[in-house]
């Protein structure tokens, strides 16, 4: 079954970075968009970032905009977002995801595939 395994995650001071990785299983994904999106416990999932397929495009939520980077590494089929000057409220379970839309790359419901997500915690 074709996947997404995220790692990186961990605990960190505030202010500390973390490069999160994403690495496709039993297929590649090469073609489609790519994002990261996060869950903090009793909220919604939210979109953080992600990558436009065909054009490479980057977008980012205003939270972390001028924070944290989306990059995508073709060769080695993998997908990173390194996150900067994190504070508390970045504190969720990250998750990436990929999708065959080319428009509307921000919006949760055009991902088709979905990692399990990686726990990150931000403490003062």
């Known amino acids: 079954q074709a996947q997404l395994v995220e790692s990186g995650g961990g605990l960190v001071q505030a202010g500390g970075s973390l490069r999160l990785s994403c690495t496709p299983s039993?297929?590649?994904?090469?073609?489609?968009?790519m994002g990261w999106f996060r869950q903090a416990p009793g909220k919604e999932r939210e979109f953080v970032a992600a990558?436009?397929?065909?054009?490479?495009?980057?977008k980012y939520a205003d939270s972390v905009k001028g924070r944290f980077i989306m990059s995508r590494d073709t060769n080695k089929a993998t997908v990173y977002l390194q996150m900067n000057s994190l504070k508390p409220e970045d504190t969720a379970v990250y998750y990436c995801?990929?999708?065959?839309?080319?428009?509307?790359?921000?919006?949760?419901?055009?991902?088709?595939?979905w990692g399990q997500g990686t726990q990150v915690t931000v403490f003062s």
């Open positions: 995801a990929a999708t065959s839309y080319y428009n509307d790359y921000d919006a949760l419901s055009k991902y088709d595939y």
């Open positions: 990558i436009r397929r065909i054009s490479g495009d980057l």
């Open positions: 039993g297929r590649t994904f090469s073609g489609y968009g």
